[in-house]
Nanobody
Framework: FQLQASGGGPVRTGGSLTLSCTAS????????IAWFRQAPGKEREGVSC????????LYEDSFKGRFTISRDHAKNTVTLQMNSLKPEDSGVYYC?????????WGQGTLVTVSS
């Protein structure tokens, strides 16, 4: 099971970015994909998750209304659309897959929001 995260980069306050997490090496849909963020000097925190099997989504409160998680079935990719970005949204964003109680991590993609 491998995850490839992409889409990070520099953006101005109020701007948008779309992160992508592509899964490979899995033949079924019994897993969930989550995005986590780690800001400089802080612990990694959850952002949002999506169940591949039924499409249900969850968001941490601070991201509701600004971030949207969705799936591209054909590309086996989960995207995180981030709008109205703030400097405090800066950090490394990691995608995670949980399958059969095992966690898999992508390599992270850096988002830098400047004012």
């Amino acid at each position: 099971f491998q995850l490839q995260a992409s889409g990070g980069g520099p953006v101005r306050t109020g701007g948008s970015l779309t992160l992508s997490c592509t899964a490979s090496g899995v033949a079924d849909e019994y897993y969930a994909i989550a995005w986590f963020r780690q800001a400089p000097g802080k612990e990694r925190e959850g952002v949002s998750c999506l169940s591949i099997s039924d499409g249900k989504t969850l968001y941490e409160d601070s991201f509701k209304g600004r971030f949207t998680i969705s799936r591209d079935h054909a590309k086996n990719t989960v995207t995180l659309q981030m709008n109205s970005l703030k400097p405090e949204d800066s950090g490394v964003y990691y995608c995670n897959a949980r399958r059969l109680a095992v966690d898999y991590w992508g390599q992270g993609t850096l988002v830098t929001v400047s004012s």
